[in-house]
């Protein structure tokens, strides 16, 4: 049963960082990818950064290309995602997620975790 749980969420200023981590726990595959999405209030849920496990190929959307970055910490069992110049319209719920790719869409989501940005 694969359990992930994210944190790290909060409020920060135009131009901020934070990092969100991921605790990605219960699967034996690594033929798959781990990623974040969000969703902003009134709008779709969108792929915002991948890592794929076999190989660590990483995938960015356009809209946090240099600005976010997505690793993974084996050790740890642990994804984070570093978010720096942060914008208002970077304000969403954040969700870490395991599937295939980032363009197919999750089969496991966690929670979530709020990033506010002011």
């Known amino acids: 049963h694969v359990q992930l749980v994210e944190s790290g969420g909060g409020s920060v200023q135009n131009g901020g960082s934070l990092r969100l981590s991921c605790t990605v726990s219960?699967?034996?595959?690594?033929?798959?990818?781990f990623a974040w999405f969000r969703r902003a209030p009134g709008r779709n849920y969108e792929g915002v950064a991948a890592?794929?496990?076999?190989?660590?190929?990483?995938e960015y959307d356009d809209s946090v290309k240099g600005r976010f970055t997505i690793s993974r910490d084996n050790a740890k069992n642990t994804l984070y995602l570093q978010l720096t110049s942060l914008a208002t319209e970077d304000t969403a719920m954040y969700y870490c997620?395991?599937?295939?790719?980032?363009?197919?869409?999750?089969?496991?989501w966690g929670q979530g975790t709020q990033v506010t940005v002011s």
């Open positions: 997620a395991k599937g295939d790719t980032m363009a197919a869409g999750p089969n496991y």
């Open positions: 219960g699967y034996t595959d690594d033929s798959y990818c």
């Open positions: 890592f794929y496990v076999r190989g660590g190929a990483t």
